[in-house]
């Protein structure tokens, strides 16, 4: 059974940074590109960082651009996300997400029904 498992959620001051992991098992990173999404109370699931499987590209949605990045280790099948210069705005729960490969750069904001795994999530609040 696959499973998608979040960490490092946590509270931090503005300008923090913390830095999220995501376990997949025994899902292969190499036919699956993975994304970062993240829910805020009262809005939309929103794609925020994604990892294509082959060459493992990345994409960021502009208003991470710069404070976040995501890389993965295929052998560990472990996929991160370093946010840096954390503001209030990116309080929100934070998903990783699986998408099989289709070819190509991953896409950020893909259709939800193209995702195929959920994990269930971790919590980060940005606050002073």
């Known amino acids: 059974q696959v499973q998608l498992v979040e960490s490092g959620g946590g509270s931090v001051q503005p300008g923090g940074s913390l830095r999220l992991s995501c376990a997949a098992s025994?899902?292969?990173?190499?036919?699956?590109?993975i994304g970062w999404f993240r829910q805020a109370p009262g809005k939309e699931r929103e794609g925020v960082a994604c990892v294509s499987s082959n060459h493992g590209s990345v994409n960021y949605d502009d208003s991470v651009k710069g404070r976040f990045t995501i890389s993965k280790d295929i052998g560990k099948k472990m996929v991160y996300l370093q946010m840096t210069s954390l503001e209030p705005d990116d309080t929100a729960r934070y998903y990783c997400?699986?998408?099989?490969?289709?070819?190509?750069?991953?896409?950020?904001?893909?259709?939800?029904?193209?995702?195929?795994?959920w994990g269930q999530g971790t919590q980060v609040t940005v606050s002073s």
């Open positions: 025994p899902l292969s990173l190499e036919y699956y590109a």
């Open positions: 997400a699986a998408v099989p490969e289709r070819g190509g750069d991953c896409v950020v904001r893909p259709p939800m029904h193209d995702v195929e795994y």
